[in-house]
């Protein structure tokens, strides 16, 4: 349904009586649900076929209203000011007394949030009076949502509502970063970990594959379009989708690209929509030449190596 008034009372009809809707965010579609009921959270980690040990981001409109479930503090305060809204997810502490729903955070004592920039996003969480579970909008494992169109191939009719808010800025997923102890990068995403590190003037660990999944995004397999993919190809097969960073003048049926000029911002907001349909057009295996590994090229590789555990 597209962006109007009378949609986004809809969706708050379908949100108060626990349902699960599609929503756009900035970076890839969400799949939403009331945060603060045990009843909807489940309803997000059926409908996603999703372990219930890995939790879910929730989406705050403002401070004002994070403030009655976590605990803030100076490393927050200085990263909301220059970045949020926007990509980036901070992991705070429960407040004893929150009413987030157990099932976001498998029981634990800490809290995965974002406060999206997406204008639909945002009329939509100004209409409600608690915050939204939203983790991207797919099965489990598989491709994430960059596309209204994308949402309903996942899930057809067991989602009520798909708000469509055009294609996604960004394309891929929220930069997670742990603020309740050291910060450490928990995910690499649409946030440059440079610019992190500028704004709170040190420099922070990362930690993107542990033995516990403690943020959303460090799985093994994730991302997967579920077909085999290969990394860092020089030469296709005429079988295989190649998948390449730049337009080049000799155009094959099975040569996919990501940007026109090398770009890794466009290549990045790409390449789910790519994927998505190289494994729609029938292809059996992908393959992908090397991706400069700088700034959003770290991002698109994480990605692809995730994707390459199918």
């Not at 929503?23 to 009921?37: D, H, I, K, Q, R």
């Not at 860092?232 to 996919?256: D, P, W």
């Amino acid at each position: 349904m597209k962006f109007n008034q009378s949609n986004i009372k809809k969706a708050k009809k379908y949100l108060d009586q626990n349902y699960c809707i599609g929503v756009p965010t900035e970076t890839v579609y969400g799949l939403a649900g009331n945060a603060y009921s045990n009843k909807a959270v489940k309803n997000i980690f059926k409908l996603k076929k999703r372990p219930a040990n890995n939790p879910l981001i929730v989406h705050y409109l403002n401070i004002n209203s994070l403030k009655k479930d976590c605990l803030i503090n100076n490393s927050f305060c200085k990263l909301h000011n220059k970045f949020s809204p926007g990509p980036i997810t901070y992991i705070l502490k429960l407040k004893k007394n929150s009413k987030i729903s157990k099932y976001v955070t498998n029981k634990k004592k800490n809290l995965a949030i974002r406060f999206p920039r997406h204008k639909v996003f945002k009329e939509l969480l100004k209409s409600l009076s608690y915050p939204l579970a939203a983790p991207s909008a797919n099965i489990s494992t598989k491709l994430s949502s960059v596309e209204a169109s994308d949402v309903k191939e996942e899930f057809g009719s067991k989602v009520k509502l798909i708000l469509d808010g055009g294609k996604c800025n960004i394309g891929v997923e929220s930069t997670i970063i742990d603020l309740t102890s050291k910060p450490t990068i928990l995910r690499l995403g649409g946030l440059d970990i440079s610019r992190i590190e500028k704004i709170l003037g040190k420099r922070v660990k990362i930690n993107i594959n542990p033995k516990k999944k403690i943020a959303p995004g460090q799985s093994l397999l994730h991302y997967s379009p579920g077909i085999p993919l290969k990394k860092n190809i020089k030469k296709a097969k005429k079988y295989e989708a190649f998948i390449l960073i730049k337009k080049r003048n000799v155009t094959l049926n099975n040569y996919y690209y990501l940007s026109k000029k090398n770009n890794l911002k466009e290549a990045a907001k790409n390449l789910y929509s790519c994927l998505r349909k190289i494994k729609n057009k029938g292809f059996k295996s992908i393959v992908v030449e090397k991706i400069p590994n700088k700034g959003m090229g770290k991002v698109i590789n994480d990605r692809l190596t995730r994707a390459s555990k199918y």
